[in-house]
């Protein structure tokens, strides 16, 4: 493994990490916040495709 595919991957490896954290750290407030409006994370992602995907429906 050459220097440069192994700088491409540490750096991959770097945002895999990055972005599962910000998950954990972002999921928390979000569903806390969610709660305290009395919803879920599957209730807002049922109702959004509800309202937002209903003109995708077949006739």
Do not use: I, K
């Amino acid at each position: 493994m050459n220097a440069s595919t192994r700088h491409f991957a540490r750096h991959y490896l770097e945002l895999l990490v990055a972005m599962f954290v910000g998950m954990a750290v972002l999921g928390l407030p979000v569903g806390l916040g969610l709660s305290a409006l009395g919803m879920s994370s599957s209730e807002l992602q049922t109702r959004h495709l509800r309202c937002c995907c209903s003109s995708w429906r077949s006739p």
